[in-house]
Nanobody
Framework: QVPLVESGGGLVQPGGSLRLSCAAS????????MGWYRQAPGKERELVAT???????KYADSVKGRFTISRDNGKNTVYLQMNSLSFEDTAVYYC?????????WGRGTQVTVSS
């Protein structure tokens, strides 16, 4: 098991920013890709962004130019900087990590964009 703990969610006004963090804890291991998914009410979970252990990134079209994913390999932590947030970004955001071909999920953190 690879416990993942997300933090940084909350309530923000449209146009605002939030920074999510996800830390993997436990035994020493090598994490390959890390990333973020989100699930809005009544919708399927969707990819937001991923980053591999070399720093290559991928983004959903809906967040390109607004969100930035980064990671600190020494801390086994991935971050998601979210700028210019809109109502459509409201969702539960889940962290994911790939270790030895297996995928592990965090419990999620709520992001609500509301005026």
């Amino acid at each position: 098991q690879v416990p993942l703990v997300e933090s940084g969610g909350g309530l923000v006004q449209p146009g605002g920013s939030l920074r999510l963090s996800c830390a993997a804890s436990g035994s020493i291991f090598i994490i390959n890709a890390m990333g973020w998914y989100r699930q809005a009410p009544g919708k399927e979970r969707e990819l937001v962004a991923t980053i591999d252990n070399g720093g290559s990134t991928k983004y959903a079209d809906s967040v390109k130019g607004r969100f930035t994913i980064s990671r600190d390999n020494g801390k086994n932590t991935v971050y998601l900087q979210m700028n210019s947030l809109s109502f459509e970004d409201t969702a539960v955001y889940y962290c994911i990590a790939e270790v030895a071909g297996l995928h592990y999920w965090g419990r999620g953190t709520q992001v609500t964009v509301s005026s």
